[in-house]
C-alpha cells in the first residue's frame, strides 16, 4: 500500500488538511508519528504508528494486523526488513534489497520521498502544534492528491487520494515524543522466535509456517493495503 | 518419553547384534558375522570395525585401547551403521581390500536439495548456455542440450541413496547430513546425536548418544580438514560436519532456549579442538583449517560498533546476546589465521603460506550464484572458495578432508524459482570441475550427492531443444502445447509451493516470498518463464516448497570410488569416506 502511496505521489500533486493544536510540540523531541489510514470501498479503517530509532532504523506498529516491522537503511538503496507476528512471537527477516523500498529510504522514513515532493505544487501553509504544515495538491486531476507535510518532523499531517470513485486518506492523530513506546517494542520483538526468510523451507516443524498461518497473513495484507515491499 | 521412541529399541537391538558378533561373530541371517566388531579385539582392533579383517584377537582383554572402542561406541553400535557396514562387506568385499586406505584426501561435496530432476534440468540449463542447439533438420543425436554433461555426469562411478530420517519419510537437511558423516541415521532437524535425541530436548543430547563424525576422525588422523557453504556455516549441512546440537537452529546463544546447557552451533566451530581432546584424550587435533561460507550474525555481539558491513545507525550486524566476537576468538586461537569478509581480502589469501582461513561473506547466507555481482562487499563464487579450500589444504602431506555445500539450491526451490536453483547447481557442478582440477584422480575420492530431493518436476512431451526453463512445445509443433485448460504450461513445474510469480529479470530468488501465494494455473501465454524471477506454478498452496523424499543421486571418482553404486541407505557414505582413508584406524593410531 505505501508503494502505491508514494506512486500516486509521483504522478500527482496533492491536497493539504492541516489540523490546529494549541499544544506545541519541540520537533526535536518527535520519534513517530500514529496514523489513522481508511482505504478501499468500506473505508475500512487502520492505525499504523511509526517510531524511529536511529535515522536508519525505523519500526512499524501495524496494530490492525497484529505485526510490527522493522525497516534498516543499508544504504545504496538497501534496505532490510524484519516482519514480526504479534500474536505468535514470531519474526521473519528479509535480507537488505533494493526492492522493499523501491522509491528509496525516504519512503519509509518520512513517508515522502524527497525526489517526489519537489513535483507537487505548494499551495499554502498553516500551523500545527506550533509546527509548520506545508500544503500541497497534485498537478493531475486523476487521482486527486491533498497532502499536508509537517516539515520539522518530516511526517504528513493528512493525505487525501481520490481515484475512480475510491478515496485513501492518512491522518495524523497523534505526535510520539515518548521513547518508552519504542523501547518497549524493541524489547518486545527481541524476545520473539526470528527466522531468515529463505530458511522458512527448513523449518516444517513450525506450525505457524506449516499450516499457513503465515500464509494467511499475506494475504490480509494484500487484501486490506498496508506496506507492501 | 525417550524409552517410547522406536529408536530406542534399534539401538538396543544394535547393541545386542554387536554383543553377538563379539561373542561369536555370528548372527541369525548369516550375513550378521560380518558386521560386528570383533576388530576391537585383538590386533586388528586398530582396523576400525571391520569384522572380516583377519583373525580376531582372542578376548580382547590385552588389546591396545582404541579409539573406536572409546570414542565411537555410539556410532559403531548402531543399528544403522552396523546394518551398512555389513551391506558393503556382503557386496564389496573383494573391493574393499583394495579401497581400503586407498585414498589420500577426500571431498564430498553436497547439493543441498539437488535431486535427480534437479541435475537433469540443470544439465540441460548448462548446455544451453554452452550453446548446445538442436534442430531437428540438422542436429546429431548428441548435439543437444540434453546430451549435455556436468562435471560430475563423467564421474565413473554412481547409485541411489535413500534419505529419510529415523522419524520423517521425507527429510531435512540436519538429519541426512548426520547421516552421511557420522554413519548414524538420526531425527529430522538433529544432528551429532543418534535417534534416541529429542528434538528441541537439551536434556537428550548426552554422551550416551553423542556421535563422532568423519571431520573429526580426519582431524584426529592428523589431516587437514575444510568446510565449505554457501550456505551460513552455522547452517545444518555445514554445522554437522563440526557440532551437535539437539535443533539445527541454535546458531548462536540466543537461539539457544534459557535453561539449556547446549553450547551454540557458532561457538562450537571454535570450540572443536578443545572438545574433541577432552574426548579423545591423545588426540593431537589443530581444528578446522578452512572455514568459508556465510553466517558472520552468529560470530558477532549485538553490537553495531562491531559491525562488518551494516550501517552502525541501522543496528548490530551480530545476534549474541552473551558479548562475544567470535572472530576475535578465533584470531586468538590462531594467531597465524586469515579472516576474510569479502572478495578482495579472498583474493588476497596466499595459499601457500596460510594455515587456517575462515572466510564469512555475508551476515547471513550468501548470495544466489545469479544474484552474487549484487553484493554489496563482493563474495568468492563456490567454486572459487573450493579451488582456494583445496589450495590451502594440500599442503598437508598426509591429506586432507573437505566438505563443501552447494546450499542456495534448496533455498531457491523453496523459492518456487527454479531458475535460481539451476544456477547454484550449475556453479557447485564447475566446484567439482575445480576440485578435479587441482586433485590427483589417483589419490583423492570425489563424492557427489545431495541431502535430499525438492518437489521438481520435469514433464509434458517436450520437444528436444526445448529451453528447459519455457513453455512446454510438443514436437513439430513451433507454439507451446495447450493444457486441457486452454493454457500453456511450463516443463518445469513444482508439487507444491507458493506457485506463480513474475518477476521478470529479479535474480533475488528470495523475492518471490513477496509475492501472494498462488495455487494452480495461471496463464502464462504472454510470459516470459526463462527470466531469471520466473516462478513456477504450483498445485499445493503453502508458504514454502518442500523437500520431497525420493532418493536422490551419488556420483564418485578416485580410490573407494568403486564402493559407491546401487541403492544406499544415506549413512553408508560415512563408510565409504572411511573405507578410502582408512580413517578410523588412521585415528587409532594417531592417538596411541
Excluded at chain 2, 540443470?122 to 546429431?140: N, P, Q, T
Aim: aromatic residues 6%; proline residues 4%.
Amino acid at each position: 500500500m505505501l508503494k502505491t502511496f508514494i506512486s500516486l505521489l509521483g504522478m500527482m500533486s496533492v491536497i493539504a488538511t492541516a489540523n490546529a493544536d494549541s499544544d506545541c510540540v519541540d520537533p526535536s523531541t518527535v520519534v513517530g508519528g500514529v496514523f489513522e489510514i481508511t482505504s478501499g470501498s468500506d473505508q475500512a479503517v487502520k492505525s499504523l504508528t511509526l517510531l524511529r530509532q536511529t535515522p536508519a532504523r525505523v519500526v512499524y506498529l501495524m496494530t490492525t494486523e497484529n505485526m510490527t516491522r522493522i525497516y534498516e537503511n543499508y544504504g545504496g538503496g538497501r534496505v532490510a526488513v524484519t516482519e514480526y507476528f504479534d500474536l505468535e512471537s514470531k519474526g521473519v527477516e528479509h535480507e537488505p534489497s533494493v526492492d522493499i523500498a523501491p522509491n528509496g529510504w525516504d519512503t519509509l522514513y518520512q513517508l515522502l520521498p524527497s525526489a517526489e515532493a519537489g513535483r507537487l505544487q505548494h499551495v499554502g501553509e498553516e500551523q500545527y502544534r506550533c509546527l509548520t504544515v506545508a500544503r500541497y495538491e497534485s498537478h493531475t486531476s486523476e487521482p486527486r492528491l491533498a497532502l499536508s507535510y509537517l516539515d520539522e518532523v518530516q511526517l504528513p499531517l493528512a493525505l487525501t487520494s481520490e481515484t475512480a470513485g475510491t478515496t485513501l486518506t492518512w491522518k495524523l492523530t497523534e505526535l510520539v515524543t515518548d521513547t518508552r513506546i519504542l523501547d518497549e517494542t524493541l524489547t518486545r520483538v527481541a524476545s520473539y522466535k526470528t527466522f531468515d526468510f529463505a530458511d522458512l523451507g527448513d523449518h516444517e516443524d513450525e506450525v505457524f509456517f506449516r499450516n499457513g498461518e503465515y500464509l494467511q497473513y499475506q494475504r490480509n495484507v494484500h487484501a486490506h493495503g498496508g506496506h507492501e515491499h | 518419553m525417550l524409552i517410547q521412541k522406536p529408536a530406542s529399541l534399534l539401538k538396543v537391538l544394535a547393541l545386542a547384534v554387536v554383543g553377538a558378533t563379539l561373542v561369536a561373530c555370528e548372527g541369525d541371517d548369516g550375513s550378521a558375522g560380518t558386521q560386528g566388531l570383533p576388530g576391537v579385539q585383538g590386533p586388528q582392533g586398530d582396523q576400525g570395525p571391520i569384522g572380516d579383517q583377519g583373525p580376531a584377537g582372542a578376548d580382547g582383554e590385552d588389546a591396545p585401547v582404541t579409539l573406536s572402542r572409546l570414542q565411537l561406541l555410539n556410532n559403531v553400535n548402531n543399528a544403522f551403521y552396523v546394518n551398512d557396514e555389513g551391506r558393503m562387506q556382503a557386496m564389496s568385499s573383494e573391493d574393499l581390500k583394495e579401497v581400503r586406505g586407498s585414498a589420500k584426501n577426500v571431498i564430498l561435496f553436497v547439493g543441498d536439495g539437488m535431486g535427480v530432476s534437479t541435475v537433469t534440468a540443470a544439465r540441460i540449463r548448462a548446455g544451453e548456455i554452452k550453446g548446445m542447439a538442436w534442430d531437428d533438420a540438422l542436429s546429431s543425436d548428441f548435439d543437444g542440450p540434453e546430451s549435455n554433461d556436468l562435471s560430475f555426469d563423467r564421474f565413473p562411478f554412481a547409485g541411489l541413496v535413500k534419505v529419510y530420517n529415523t522419524n520423517s519419510q521425507v527429510p531435512d537437511s540436519a538429519g541426512t547430513m548426520n547421516a552421511m558423516v557420522t554413519g548414524v541415521k538420526t531425527d529430522i532437524g538433529t544432528f551429532g546425536f543418534d535417534q534416541t535425541v529429542v528434538r528441541g530436548d537439551c536434556t537428550t543430547g548426552t554422551d550416551a548418544n553423542v556421535l563422532r563424525t568423519s571431520l573429526e576422525l580426519a582431524e584426529i588422523a592428523g589431516l587437514s580438514t575444510g568446510v565449505v557453504s554457501t550456505a551460513r556455516v552455522t547452517h545444518a549441512t555445514p554445522a554437522a560436519n563440526y557440532a551437535k546440537s539437539v535443533d539445527r537452529n541454535y546458531e548462536d546463544n540466543s537461539d539457544v532456549p534459557v535453561g539449556c546447557g547446549e553450547e551454540d552451533i557458532a561457538s562450537q566451530l571454535l570450540s572443536l579442538e578443545a572438545r574433541v581432546k577432552t574426548a579423545v584424550p591423545g588426540a593431537r587435533i589443530d581444528g578446522i583449517d578452512v572455514v568459508m561460507g556465510g553466517g558472520r550474525r552468529h560470530f558477532l555481539p549485538n553490537d553495531a560498533t562491531e559491525n562488518v558491513e551494516k550501517p552502525t545507525a541501522a543496528g548490530a550486524e551480530g545476534d549474541r546476546t552473551d558479548g562475544r566476537n567470535l572472530f576475535d576468538e578465533w584470531s586468538a586461537l590462531y594467531a597465524d589465521g586469515v579472516i576474510a569478509h569479502d572478495k578482495a581480502a579472498f583474493d588476497a589469501v596466499d595459499t601457500e603460506s596460510t594455515s587456517k582461513l575462515m572466510g564469512i561473506f555475508n551476515e547471513s547466507h550468501m548470495q544466489y550464484e545469479l544474484d552474487r555481482n549484487n553484493d554489496i562487499l563482493g563474495e568468492p563464487s563456490l567454486s572459487e572458495m573450493t579451488a582456494k579450500a583445496i589450495q590451502i589444504l594440500d599442503n598437508n602431506p598426509r591429506g586432507f578432508y573437505l566438505q563443501v555445500e552447494s546450499g542456495r539450491i534448496d533455498h531457491a526451490h523453496h523459492a518456487g524459482n527454479a531458475a535460481g536453483a539451476l544456477a547454484d547447481t550449475i556453479e557447485m557442478a564447475k566446484a567439482v570441475q575445480a576440485a578435479v582440477n587441482l586433485t590427483s584422480v589417483e589419490n583423492t575420492l570425489i563424492i557427489v550427492t545431495a541431502d535430499h530431493s525438492h518437489v521438481l518436476t520435469i514433464g509434458g512431451y517436450v520437444k528436444r531443444g526445448n529451453p528447459i526453463l519455457g513453455k512446454a512445445i510438443y514436437a513439430g509443433s513451433d507454439t507451446p502445447q495447450a493444457a486441457s485448460d486452454g493454457m500453456p504450461f511450463t516443463t518445469l513445474a513444482y508439487t507444491n509451493g507458493r506457485g506463480f510469480c513474475d518477476l521478470g529479470a529479479e535474480t533475488d530468488s528470495d523475492a518471490g516470498y513477496g509475492c501472494p501465494i498462488t495455487s494452480g494455473r495461471v496463464d502464462i501465454s504472454s510470459i516470459d518463464t526463462t527470466a531469471a524471477g520466473y516462478h513456477q506454478e504450483a498445485i499445493i498452496p503453502l508458504s514454502s516448497e518442500t523437500h520431497s523424499g525420493e532418493d536422490v543421486g551419488i556420483y564418485a571418482q578416485g580410490p573407494g570410488a568403486s564402493l559407491v553404486r546401487g541403492t544406499n541407505e544415506q549413512n553408508a557414505i560415512f563408510h565409504f569416506v572411511d573405507y578410502a582413508l582408512d580413517l578410523i584406524a588412521k585415528a587409532d593410531q594417531a592417538v596411541q
